[in-house]
């Protein structure tokens, strides 16, 4: 999902979540219960897209920025209704990664509220203090069906700029994954896998149906996750923002001395981007590459999975990091915003377990951009003889080199070469078909076997690639 570029051999190498064929020198829990069975019947394909599941957790996110551009103090309020019996709640705390951590970023529950609620406490999973997981134990056993109201309060410290989900530079600040995160896989039940020494997510959560709410120092301006109603007036040299989204599996928001520019694609999606003074492009120039990058996109994915986007360019720390309907930028890249877009199909409505399928999103986004700017053939050649399974979990990976490799790199090239294999047009039709089949579902290996199941030229390359069981 999250991007960094640390050297060029055929486009950018992007870590955490950012491009193809690229080479680079990248910088103990119980793991998530099993899947279910795949959700694609590969006889058929859906006449629409599917629908979000009409239980999804409502959450709302209340933030407010300190004037030092600091600390977020936060409330998050999630009504949740499993589909399994539960007697708990888990939230993960991506700022307690220990390379987030170490920048100086932490992410602290201070208090947990709700009437079914018996008391919360931290779990480590590998991670820095206060630990990585936040579980809230419920009086009695939730039934599946049966809804609770959690109401949590937390503190965001917010360390150096740099390439991270978090970070502070003059007159900007941002976060992503700056509140707990709802752990729940539908069907599965909570993640509790454990951090990695990698750069990449670690992460699994359901759509939500999203509202977020920013009280910053007036003189900045507010980008973040959802369609943003008009700002409220400034009181006391601050502004709110707000904003919703009704399938958001996460958030993230940027607050600064932004210059936007909006636009509409043909297809009717609302896009907003915000660049910052002396920066490397102008807001009408990225407002051009967005919008170009989503019409391409749509040729062969099909519509955009959201009616909004909004794209903050950040100061170049090399890379980009996706959130649904949202982009933080960390440099002027097409080839770092084209993967990004992908993403929003990719992760954002096609979500997958960041630990345990992480090709799922990353592959797929190195293959979209790929076909939209094609490598040479020796590049993809070249990119599937890498060592490494592509369906390797998180924890597989002995450092970020053989990860991007293998889920970037070789990932995205066993993809192209199944599309020529299968021939282009039948190969997207059934990549279309297993999007729209597991729009706004956490999908995983075997729905992508299944809608590709009459294709075995191409199930075959994804095999002999370590993408697929056989």
């Known amino acids: 999902m999250t991007v960094r570029r640390s050297a060029v051999l055929l486009t950018a190498v992007l870590l955490t979540g950012c491009t193809s064929f690229a080479d680079g020198d990248p910088a103990g829990a119980a793991a998530t219960p099993a899947p279910p069975e795949a959700a694609v019947d590969p006889g058929a394909c859906p006449t629409e897209r599917a629908a979000p599941d009409p239980d999804r957790p409502e959450i709302d996110y209340d933030f407010r920025l300190s004037d030092d551009l600091r600390t977020v103090t936060g409330r998050e309020t999630v009504v949740f209704t499993p589909d399994l019996p539960t007697d708990e709640?888990?939230?993960?705390?991506?700022?307690?990664?220990?390379?987030?951590?170490?920048?100086?970023?932490?992410?602290?529950?201070?208090?947990?509220?709700?009437?079914?609620?018996?008391?919360?406490g931290y779990e480590a999973v590998g991670a820095a203090g206060p630990g990585g997981l936040y579980v809230v134990?419920?009086?009695?056993?939730?039934?599946?069906g049966e809804s609770t109201e959690v109401r949590l309060?937390?503190?965001?410290?917010?360390?150096?700029?740099?390439?991270?989900?978090?970070?502070a530079a003059e007159g900007v600040t941002w976060w992503a994954s700056g509140a707990p995160l709802l752990a729940w896989e539908p069907g599965a039940g909570w993640a509790r896998d454990p951090f990695v020494g990698l750069t990449g997510e670690t992460t699994v959560s359901p759509a939500a149906d999203s509202t977020v709410t920013v009280s910053a120092p007036e003189q900045l301006t507010v980008l973040m996750t959802g369609a943003h109603a008009a700002p409220g007036e400034p009181r006391d040299g601050r502004r709110t923002w707000r904003s919703t989204e009704p399938v958001a599996r996460d958030v993230a928001v940027a607050a600064g001395l932004f210059g936007t520019?909006?636009?509409?694609?043909?297809?009717?999606?609302?896009?907003?981007?915000?660049?910052?003074?002396?920066?490397?492009?102008?807001?009408?120039?990225?407002?051009?590459?967005?919008?170009?990058?989503?019409?391409?996109?749509?040729?062969?994915?099909?519509?955009?999975?959201?009616?909004?986007?909004?794209?903050a360019l950040l100061p170049d720390y090399g890379g980009g990091i996706e959130y649904p309907s949202m982009i933080l930028e960390a440099t002027p890249s097409r080839e770092v915003l084209v993967h990004e877009v992908a993403h929003m199909w990719f992760y954002g409505m096609v979500g997958n377990s960041q630990f345990r399928d992480p090709w799922l999103d990353e592959a797929f986004a190195s293959w979209a951009e790929a076909v939209t700017d094609p490598p040479a053939a020796r590049a993809v050649e070249s990119a599937l003889a890498r060592p490494g399974d592509v369906g390797g979990a998180m924890d597989q990976f002995d450092g970020d080199r053989s990860y991007v490799s293998a889920v970037y790199g070789k990932g995205g090239a066993a993809l192209l070469a199944a599309r020529e294999a299968a021939g282009a047009v039948a190969f997207?039709?059934?990549?279309?078909?297993?999007?729209?089949?597991?729009?706004?579902?956490?999908?995983?290996?075997?729905?992508?076997?299944?809608?590709?199941?009459?294709?075995?030229?191409?199930?075959?390359?994804?095999?002999?690639?370590?993408?697929?069981?056989?």
């Open 89 to 120: 709640l888990v939230f993960r705390l991506v700022p307690n990664a220990p390379e987030s951590e170490s920048a100086g970023n932490r992410l602290v529950v201070e208090g947990v509220r709700g009437d079914d609620v018996r008391d919360g």
């Open 137 to 144: 134990r419920l009086d009695d056993e939730l039934a599946a």
């Open 153 to 167: 309060d937390f503190t965001l410290t917010v360390g150096e700029g740099g390439f991270e989900r978090f970070g």
């Open 261 to 311: 520019a909006e636009g509409e694609t043909p297809t009717g999606v609302q896009v907003r981007v915000g660049t910052l003074p002396d920066g490397d492009l102008t807001s009408a120039e990225l407002l051009e590459d967005t919008l170009g990058a989503i019409a391409e996109l749509e040729a062969f994915l099909g519509p955009f999975p959201y009616e909004t986007l909004s794209v």
């Open 428 to 470: 997207d039709e059934a990549i279309r078909c297993y999007v729209d089949a597991t729009a706004w579902s956490v999908a995983t290996p075997a729905d992508v076997g299944a809608a590709l199941a009459d294709l075995p030229a191409a199930t075959g390359v994804l095999v002999e690639a370590g993408a697929l069981d056989p």
